[in-house]
């Protein structure tokens, strides 16, 4: 996949490919040593260090990176995850040729997509803590000593998410997050 797109870029008018890597800690050693890219092209399910994770990392550390999402969790809440981490754009990956460029195109002219401009993430932070602990053997008791809180807390934030996605149990929940690209494995 990174090759075909790799193969793509170099084709594109104005774009030029400066590095490829495997995994989100080989684009940080490179950003680190120095090649400083005006476009990060991130999967979220990558080893090492998820695009998540490489998009938040490359956010904080140099904001004058645009960053475009690929993945194959092309779902409302992996994409406001991606977006809460600093994702500019945000596309399948069976993206088409002339949409990648499109979409290269408006991030290289400091446009984002229209799609991107709601900053409003669909689950909070403490929501997506919680969702990566009951994806283990961990009780709720134990969670809530993992994430520091209250069981009454750890409760009310299985509640809210229980409601907001119609979902009754804890085994569904994690299958949910798991599916909707919330938890990468």
Not at 29 to 52: A, F, H
Not at 137 to 157: F, G, H, P, W
């Amino acid at each position: 996949m990174r090759e075909a797109i790799c193969s793509y870029i170099k084709g594109f008018a104005g774009f030029k490919v400066v590095g490829s890597v495997a995994d989100g800690m080989q684009l940080i050693t490179l950003i680190q040593n120095g090649l400083i890219p005006d476009i990060v092209i991130l999967d979220i399910e990558m080893p090492v260090l998820n695009g998540y994770d490489t998009a938040k990392w490359v956010a904080l550390n140099h904001p004058e990176i645009k960053i475009l999402m690929l993945t194959a969790f092309d779902t409302e809440i992996a994409k406001s995850i991606a977006n809460s981490n600093g994702a500019h754009a945000f596309s399948s990956k069976d993206i088409d040729p002339q949409e990648m460029e499109e979409i290269l195109i408006q991030l290289s002219a400091t446009q984002i997509p229209d799609e991107q401009l709601n900053l409003n993430p669909v689950i909070t932070f403490t929501e997506l803590t919680f969702l990566n602990w009951i994806c283990t053997d961990k009780t709720y008791d134990e969670i809530a000593d993992c994430m520091n809180i209250s069981l009454r807390q750890v409760e009310r934030i299985r509640g809210n998410l229980f409601e907001k996605w119609a979902i009754n149990n804890r085994t569904s929940l994690a299958v949910f997050a798991v599916k909707q690209g919330v938890i990468i494995s």
